[in-house]
C-alpha cells in the first residue's frame, strides 16, 4: 500500500480508503444492499491486511448503525492509533433543531453522538457532508474549529458543493483565523468528471486534497455492461446518478478491455484513473465484497496516454453540462438565490446532483431517509 498526506496537511493517510456506507443494519430501513456486522467481518480484515489505514464513515449511514459497527470492528481487527478515522454530519439523525445540518447546535451534539458509537474520543477527520444553506459560514465554521480545539476532531473536511461555496468558507475560516478544511470529498470517476472545471483547480490552489467517492461509479465499473448486482437491484439512487446512455457503456467496454490486456481487474483500472490525477489525495470505494478491494500487488498499473484515450477519448469531461448563457435582463438585475438570502429550491446543490423538487440525488441518503 502506498501512503501520502492529505493535501497539504500533515495527515499521513493510504492511498486507498475504506468506505463505509456499505455496512449496518437493514433493520433501519437505510438500504437493502447493507452488509451486517457478520458479513463484512471479511472486508475488514482484507482492508487490515492490504494496508488500508482511512476508514471513512458518516452518522446517517443506516442511521448511526454504520458507525457502530465499524467502532466494533477497529477493536476487533486494529488498533485506533493504526488508523485515519473519518466520519460525517448534516443529514437527519432526529427531527429535534440539533439533529441535521451544521448549526451549532447540531455539530456539538453529532460529533459526541458519532464519538459514542465510534467508541472513541475524537475523530482524525470530521467533514460537513453537504452544505447547510440555511446556517451562516461563520457560525458553521467556527463550530468547526472548536470542536477541533476541544480535541474531538483533529482536521476538517467538506463534501459535495460548488467551487465558490467551498472558497467561501475557506475564506470565512482565514478571516477569523478558524481552522480550514484540509478536504474536498467529492464524485469523481470516469463517468462522472464535472470536479475538473473548477473544483480541482481550486483544490491544487489551496492545497485541499480530493477524496473521490463513488470512483467506481457505483460499482458500473467494476464489471462488464449489463451485469447486475444486489446493489444495483435495489438501490433507488442508482439509475439516477449514472445514466443509461451510450457514452456509459462505450467507457465501460474500454476499461474492461484494458484491464484484459494488462490481466487485472476493472475495478483496478478504474482506481489506477482517478488516483492518476495529481489533486486526488485518495480514492474511496465502497466495498460489497472483500473481492471489490484490489491488492497492491496488483495496482496502479502504469497508466499511459493510450490507455487514457481508450478510456475516455482525448480531454472528455463526463458530466452536467455547462449552462446555456441567458440573454441579459435590461429593466431588472439579475439576482441568484443567494444574494437573494433565499434557499435554493431544492436541498442539495452538489454539482453531480441531478434534483427534482427538494429531493437530493447525490447519493441516495435522502431516499432512504424519505423511505424511514
Not at 300 to 306: A, D, I, S, Y
Request: with cysteine; net charge positive; proline share 5%.
Amino acid at each position: 500500500m502506498k501512503y501520502t498526506r492529505l493535501g497539504t496537511s500533515g495527515l499521513v493517510v493510504s492511498r486507498l480508503a475504506l468506505g463505509c456506507m456499505t455496512f449496518g443494519d437493514t433493520a433501519s430501513g437505510f438500504s437493502k444492499w447493507a452488509l451486517n456486522e457478520e458479513e463484512a467481518e471479511p472486508v475488514f480484515r482484507q482492508a487490515v491486511e492490504l494496508g488500508i489505514t482511512f476508514w471513512d464513515t458518516a452518522n446517517a449511514y443506516s442511521f448511526g448503525s454504520s458507525e457502530e459497527i465499524v467502532g466494533r470492528a477497529i477493536k476487533k481487527y486494529s488498533r485506533r492509533e493504526d488508523l485515519v478515522l473519518a466520519t460525517k454530519i448534516f443529514y437527519p439523525m432526529h427531527a429535534g433543531p440539533g439533529g441535521s445540518g451544521t448549526s451549532r447546535k447540531a455539530i456539538m451534539e453529532q460529533i459526541d453522538a458519532s464519538l459514542t458509537r465510534l467508541g472513541t474520543d475524537y475523530v482524525d477527520l470530521y467533514q460537513i457532508h453537504r452544505l447547510d444553506y440555511e446556517t451562516p459560514a461563520e457560525e458553521t465554521m467556527e463550530a468547526l474549529h472548536d470542536i477541533v480545539k476541544a480535541g474531538k476532531v483533529r482536521y476538517i473536511g467538506a463534501s459535495s458543493m460548488r467551487a465558490w461555496e467551498f472558497a467561501k468558507l475557506q475564506y470565512t475560516a482565514d478571516l477569523h483565523g478558524w481552522t480550514r478544511f484540509v478536504s474536498m470529498q467529492d464524485q469523481y470517476s470516469l463517468l462522472m468528471r464535472e470536479e475538473e472545471r473548477e473544483m480541482f483547480g481550486l483544490l491544487a490552489d489551496q492545497g485541499v486534497g480530493s477524496i473521490p467517492w463513488s470512483p467506481l461509479a457505483r460499482g458500473r465499473l467494476t464489471r462488464p455492461w449489463g451485469e447486475e448486482t444486489r446493489r444495483s437491484a435495489t438501490d433507488p439512487a442508482y439509475e439516477r446518478l449514472f445514466v443509461e446512455e451510450e457514452s456509459n457503456r462505450k467507457i465501460i467496454k474500454a476499461v474492461q478491455s484494458v484491464a484484459q490486456a494488462r490481466g487485472v481487474t476493472m475495478a483496478t483500472i478504474a482506481l489506477a484513473w482517478v488516483l492518476a490525477n495529481p489533486v486526488v489525495s485518495r480514492s474511496r470505494p465502497t466495498a460489497t465484497s472483500r473481492h471489490s478491494i484490489p491488492s497492491p500487488r496488483c495496482w496502479p498499473p502504469t497508466w499511459t496516454p493510450h490507455d487514457a484515450e481508450h478510456a475516455h477519448g482525448p480531454d472528455r469531461i463526463r458530466g452536467r453540462p455547462r449552462r446555456r448563457s441567458r440573454p441579459r435582463r435590461t429593466s431588472t438585475p439579475h439576482t441568484t438565490d443567494a444574494a437573494r438570502g433565499q434557499r435554493p429550491q431544492q436541498s442539495c446543490r452538489a454539482r453531480s446532483c441531478r434534483a427534482e423538487g427538494d429531493r437530493c440525488l447525490c447519493d441516495g441518503i435522502d431516499d432512504a431517509r424519505q423511505a424511514r
